[in-house]
């Protein structure tokens, strides 16, 4: 099967940077999407930033030009850059990719278990 691993969480001061990762390992034939969601305590996950396997990105507008993503297509491994941190964008963030497996022809969805980001003085 597919499994998701997210890294790269942490506390982080206001205005400060962090780099996640999540990195995809198993029977994986091919990658399509890779998202980054959120989740706060208390609300709905969202979506943070979605990136296609050509490299197309697509943000949430409470993010654009403070996040990028960005992948390795050789590593399966999707990065969420995340800078001017704010109180605001503390949440665990979870990755989902669009995955065909050796054992199958189409694209399935799979989640990581999410890393946490606090931003907090």
């Known amino acids: 099967q597919v499994q998701l691993v997210e890294s790269g969480g942490g506390l982080v001061q206001p205005g400060g940077s962090l780099t996640l990762s999540c990195a995809a390992s198993?029977?994986?034939?091919?990658?399509?999407?890779m998202v980054w969601y959120r989740q706060a305590p208390g609300k709905q996950r969202e979506l943070v930033a979605h990136?296609?396997?050509?490299?197309?990105?697509n943000y949430a507008d409470s993010v654009k030009g403070r996040f990028t993503a960005s992948r390795d297509n050789a590593k399966n491994t999707v990065y969420l850059q995340v800078s001017s941190l704010k109180p605001e964008d503390t949440a665990v963030y979870y990755c989902?990719?669009?995955?065909?497996?050796?054992?199958?022809?189409?694209?399935?969805?799979?989640w990581g278990r999410g890393t946490q980001v606090t931003v907090s003085s």
């Open positions: 989902y990719a669009s995955v065909r497996t050796l054992s199958n022809h189409r694209y399935l969805p799979f």
């Open positions: 198993g029977t994986i034939f091919s990658i399509n999407d």
């Open positions: 990136i296609l396997s050509d490299g197309t990105t």
